[in-house]
């Protein structure tokens, strides 16, 4: 699967508009609620920005208990979004796998909550 075809060109300053952040998981519990599977994390991101929570549809790859402590990245400028009866305030990213179930996006080391994407 080699996705969908590229998007149009943007300016730099378009890209410095979008906040990515990395945060660590502190809860992940299950989101039965969610239209399609979904895991609920709350996600902290330091003394700034703060916890934030957010829905994933990453069922297919992760169980909650394995992701609490983990590093993952997220948009954390959008506005809020309802999500059932939670309401998600950061992007949680990821990339399709071959079926196109999402594996989340990770720095490939260990780096302080909060540091923003460049």
Do not use: C, W
């Not at 990821?94 to 994407?117: S, T």
Request: net charge neutral.
């Amino acid at each position: 699967m080699s996705g969908p075809a590229p998007a149009g060109t943007i300016a730099f300053p378009d890209f410095l508009k979008v906040d990515i952040r990395v945060g660590r998981v502190v809860e992940a519990t299950p989101f039965p609620e969610a239209r399609k599977p979904a895991i609920r994390l709350v996600i902290d991101f330091g003394e700034a920005i703060g916890r934030r929570k957010s829905s994933a549809q990453i069922t297919k790859h992760y169980r909650p208990e394995d992701l609490v402590g983990r590093l993952v990245m997220a948009v954390v400028n959008f506005p809020p979004r309802q999500i059932g009866p939670m309401m998600s305030e950061v992007l949680t990213l990821g990339v399709p796998d071959e079926e196109g179930e999402v594996v989340l996006l990770v720095p490939d080391k260990e780096v302080p909550v909060g540091g923003r994407l460049y």
